[in-house]
């Protein structure tokens, strides 16, 4: 069976801006896929592309099998796309709203109201879409995305404005569209979200993607550091410098003082930290001074990948 | 076309637009409001003289004036003209009240019956003209007589062009509002596109939308031939007024079109906005809906023609207060017609689904 997408050497752009450049990728039956990147990197246009909203300048795309473009009508009721805006008719309550669009796909009403309280959205069932608070807005507009029980899923910064109990509360929503045996797509600027939901990401920037594969598996190939942080105090400056410098063969003079170098010991005060390659030397060491109060393990994190592959300076 | 999702997106429409307080208040009450208003003013305002037309010379009037000079001038305004068939076209016109003759001792009055007040102040002024002159010759007899001849008025009552001109304007606003705001929004909260990613058709989407406004407009028609019947307003409908709902529907696909046209070029709610009351303002009154066109001065008359809200107003005026026939109305049907098949093709050519 060939994959659920197919992309390559996909190319799009807007006058002399080139917002997609050759890109290629495969998802998946099931998969669970992630397209990173900053603002601007081209993830949008990548999946107004294969939801079949713009025409590529280049480049095969199959979806399901199919051509998205131009405007594929056998395709359209096998994909959910939801929106980045909230997009729904004025004036109307959520189940009125879920309502309009299953009808659009033949879906009955029933299956309308079960998708309304699969989301969570009985109680607000008729409340006015405008009312809503975000993550309700957001909730609905999945449901309204899911409505016709699609194959393939399209995500758009599903999360974008959510405080955090929405965003849990939707990742497990996500979860579980995904364990329903739904392949979902989804771009998003959030690491965290990316690394706990992924299967395998894509992290995309000025068009291109930089790194694909899954994220426990990109942030092993970066290489940091481990940091580990204990409560100050606990040891002295001396022993911390010794104890940092066997972990990782260093000299001992070479560890200890500021914190900016990428391998050594810090002391800010409130943390005692070490930045080691052989966490396990250090760790085993504190076990055994009982030196452990307030211990905190940090490894690299997929915002590290995205950092040192995307760059650190601030852009508008 | 499918017929549920044809059903449920017109449902959704008109959940929408019943629930907007605004835009029901400024296309269904705000025009109302207008026609209990000036339909209120301009009933009151009848002329406090009775204009009359002398043709030839009318002996009794000189008497009346000799006898109490002064006193008829209060009553009467008098102009003289030498021509029966003129005087009486002026009569039907509406531009006077009555044309009064008098040959031998018979005073012949024509006079119009459009204003009961105007006509029952004719009769009562010239009856007592010539009573007087009955009296005041030889012997009390006279033998002066008062002939007197109803004459079609074809002109327009306030309340006849006042109803279907604010009928027409408020259709034009809520057709070309409808369609501008709509579109706008839609493509603004991307739900255009969502129906877009939705297997359902554009023609599918864009008659539900033409139905709703079409209902509102013949909703809007009713109401106002309901307030302007009442005998307070005292509209008197002519025989073919039903020609008006085919009128009603090619004015709402035409400004329609105009507002489909409006929201292609706007980039948000108020830029359509702006756009839209710009037409349609300025043509309410250069189209004959405020200032009815008998009226206006010649170059509104002339500008008029290139006005789609003229065609709109007028036609309904001759269905539903002149008595013309239903063929009258087709040539503005045309035109109204032609104009929404012109502008929706335009619209079509530079329609956007996204605002990038």
């Known amino acids: 069976m060939s994959a659920t997408i197919s992309v390559r050497n996909l190319r799009k752009s807007y006058g002399s801006k080139v ?7 495969e998802v998946e039956q099931g998969e669970f896929f ?3 990147g900053p603002n601007g990197a081209g ?26 473009w131009p405007r594929n009508a056998a395709l359209l009721p096998r994909i959910g796309v939801q929106l980045q805006a909230s997009s729904f008719f004025e004036r109307l309550t959520a189940r009125e709203q879920i309502r309009t669009f299953a009808s659009l796909y033949h879906v009955p009403t029933r299956r309308a109201d079960h998708m309304l309280s699969l989301v969570g959205l009985d109680d607000q069932a008729g409340v006015k879409a405008e009312k809503l608070s975000g993550g309700q807005a957001q909730r609905l507009s999945i449901a309204c995305a899911l409505v016709h029980d699609p194959e393939l899923v399209f995500m758009d910064e599903p999360t974008g404005a959510l405080d955090p109990q929405a965003r849990r509360n939707l990742w497990d929503l996500l979860r579980k569209i995904n364990a329903d045996g739904r392949t979902v797509v989804l771009t998003t600027h959030h690491m965290d979200e990316a690394e706990t939901l992924c299967d395998r990401v894509a992290i995309m920037d000025h068009g291109k993607i930089l790194e694909l594969g899954p994220p426990a598996a990109l942030v092993r190939g970066l290489d940091t550091p481990t940091r580990i942080s204990i409560q100050s105090g606990l040891l002295d400056a001396v022993t911390a410098g010794q104890l940092a410098a066997s972990a990782d063969s260093l000299p001992a003079d070479s560890v200890s003082g500021s914190g900016s170098s990428d391998i050594g010991v810090s002391d800010d005060g409130v943390s005692l930290t070490f930045a080691t390659r052989d966490p396990a030397v250090i760790l085993a060491d504190l076990a055994g001074r009982n030196a452990v109060a307030g211990l905190r393990v940090q490894g690299a994190t997929l915002e590290d990948v995205f950092l040192q592959l995307t760059g650190r300076e601030y852009r508008a | 076309m499918s017929r549920s999702a044809f059903r449920s997106l017109s449902r959704a429409m008109f959940l929408g637009f019943v629930r907007d307080r605004t835009a029901l208040f400024f296309t269904l009450l705000f025009p109302v409001l207008f026609l209990l208003l000036f339909g209120s003013l301009y009933k009151s305002s009848s002329a406090p003289r009775v204009s009359v037309l002398e043709v030839g010379r009318v002996s009794l009037l000189d008497q009346a004036e000799s006898a109490a000079p002064g006193q008829l001038g209060k ?13 009486l076209a002026d009569v039907r016109k509406g531009d006077y009240d009555a044309a009064v003759q008098q040959s031998g001792r018979t005073l012949v009055v024509h006079y119009s019956i459009a204003d009961q007040t105007t006509a029952g102040i004719v009769q009562t002024v010239f009856t007592s003209i010539v009573q007087q002159a009955d009296a005041a010759a030889a012997g009390g007899k006279g033998g002066y007589q008062l002939a007197a001849a109803q004459v079609e008025d074809k002109s327009l009552k306030p309340i006849q062009y006042l109803a279907p001109g604010l009928l027409g304007w408020a259709i034009a606003s809520g057709g070309t509002f409808g369609a501008a705001i709509t579109l706008v929004n839609w493509r603004e909260n991307k739900l255009l596109r969502r129906l877009r990613l939705a297997p359902v058709s554009v ?5 539900a939308r033409v139905g709703v406004t079409i209902a509102v407009a013949l909703a809007e028609l009713v109401v106002f031939m309901a307030i302007a019947t009442t005998p307070y307003f005292g509209l008197k409908l002519a025989s073919y007024w039903w020609m008006a709902v085919p009128i009603v529907i090619c004015g709402t696909l035409a400004f329609m079109a105009i507002g489909l046209l409006v929201g292609a070029f706007a980039r948000s709610q108020q830029s359509a906005t702006a756009v839209a009351n710009l037409i ?14 008998d009226y206006a001065p010649a170059w509104i008359r002339d500008v008029s023609y290139a006005m789609p809200l003229r065609y709109l107003v ?21 035109i109204l017609l032609c104009l929404a098949a012109a502008l ?6 530079v329609f956007r689904w996204d605002s990038v």
């Open chain 2, 314 to 334: 007028t036609a309904m005026q001759d269905v539903m207060a002149r008595g013309e026939g239903p063929v009258s109305a087709v040539p503005a049907i045309a």
């Open chain 2, 75 to 87: 009553v009467l305004a008098i102009t003289h003209t030498a021509d029966l068939q003129t005087a």
């Open chain 1, 43 to 68: 993830k949008t246009t990548t999946l107004e592309i294969l939801e079949g909203l713009r025409k590529p300048d280049g480049g095969e795309l199959s979806v399901l099998g199919l051509p998205p």
């Open chain 1, 34 to 36: 992630g397209i990173l």
């Open chain 1, 19 to 25: 917002a997609v450049d050759t890109v290629s990728f």
């Open chain 2, 280 to 293: 349609i303002l300025p043509m309410a009154f250069l189209g004959g809906a405020f200032i009815p066109l």
């Open chain 2, 344 to 349: 929706t093709i335009i619209s079509v050519r």
């Open chain 2, 203 to 207: 023609g599918t989407v864009v008659l």
